[in-house]
């Protein structure tokens, strides 16, 4: 493949790059319009309900985009939804050749949109920079083929995996350069996920804070069985406009439940799961309203229950260069762990990145 064609299409996943956190539950889009050679319009989906990608670099091309190449990162939507369909207006707009990452997952689309282009008389080729762009969509795509959100499990832990010393002091293991990771992965998601343990112990906001007070909030979420979270913890009264689930269990009285609602909570009865709230049938129930993506931040019980559902997709563990000891020291992981070893999760496509003295290991469990 000619390098100036991969070059306009890496110009279009940077663009899509700048909608990260915004778009949900549509994907991430970046499209580039060259003529003669030359980038004659660009653009992004800047926030769900608003222009597409090809509509804003159409706007930018004016009467140029005539004769012009689309460079885009996924296949062009045919339907009515909040907005247009993107294939309508680049027939309309002369476009000529439409490069595509890949093909939409989402079964509105699917191949048809390339079909209306191609029935038009215009040229398309499908699978430059496939990879990347699957990579940089792979919230959307996880929740399109399968309801459920893409779960990523957070860690935060010293070198022989104690998340707190014996007497509960966490704060903090690991270094402010991987705490400001962390808020960057946050105003990425659509959810964070804690237990009823981290919210009455250690009584976080879960708001992202990043420099100049950008960021987004996402929707808190609590794992809490009986229905006990406290209505003076801080996920009811920061600033923060961002919602509030507390997922229960059948137990849970009426009563408390009424509390959690006046407080402003939304509250979601789950079944059960070894005598908690079943972590699978959440995530479906949260897939089927819109939540793409969920941060799992919880403590040793959580993280094993989440693992145990089968349903987390990355594990994303900043690793401090410091050892606290103590067998009463919280782990990383809780619960009776495996037998053997052949059937230990494990991960792959690892990638290790340095913050400050910290180490940043990432990797996707292999399914």
Known sequence: MDEGHVAFMQRALTLAEQGRGRTSPNPLVGAVIVNAGK?????YHQKAGEPHA???????????????????????????????????ALIQAGITHVYAAHLDPNPKVAGKGIKQLEEAGIKVDVGLCAEAAKKLNEFYIKHVKTGYPFVILKMAMSLDGKIATSTGESQWITSSASRQKAHKIRDEVDAILVGIGTITSDNPALTTRLPNKQGKDATRIVLDSHGRTPTSAKIFNSLSEAGVIIAVTPQASAKN?????????????????????????????LGARGI???????GGKVNASALASGVVDKAICFVAPKFIGGKEAPGVLDGEGIKRLADAPELERVTITQFDCDLLIEGYFVK
């Open 39 to 43: 980038i004659i319009g660009e653009g």
């Open 54 to 88: 090809e509509v804003h670099a159409l706007r930018a091309a004016k009467q140029k985009a005539k004769g012009g190449i689309l460079y885009v990162n996924l296949e062009p939507c045919c339907y009515w939804g909040r907005t247009p369909p993107c294939t309508e």
């Open 257 to 285: 439940i009424a509390t959690l609602e006046k407080a402003g909570a939304e509250v979601i009865t789950t079944s059960v799961k070894g005598g908690r709230v079943c972590f699978k049938t959440l995530m479906e129930t």
């Open 292 to 298: 793409t993506s969920v941060l799992v931040e919880g």
